[in-house]
């Protein structure tokens, strides 16, 4: 299992600079954090609200493996 104590100062740099640049939706974020040579357009448009909604799908797909 990876180091769980890698996550929460992640998560809060992420916070940090959302909150500094707040018209980012979180694909723009990530996609410009991470600078690929790749486009991902699907990531760099979808709006927060689809986000949340993508991160639902996969929190009731993992909880479902796990049983």
Sequence with gaps: MRDIER???IIE???KLWLENPDFRL???IMG???TEETNPKLFYMEDDEFLKKVDELEKLLTENRK
């Design 7 to 9: 996550i929460k100062p």
């Design 13 to 15: 740099r992420l916070e």
């Design 27 to 29: 694909g723009q974020l």
């Design 33 to 35: 954090i991470t600078r």
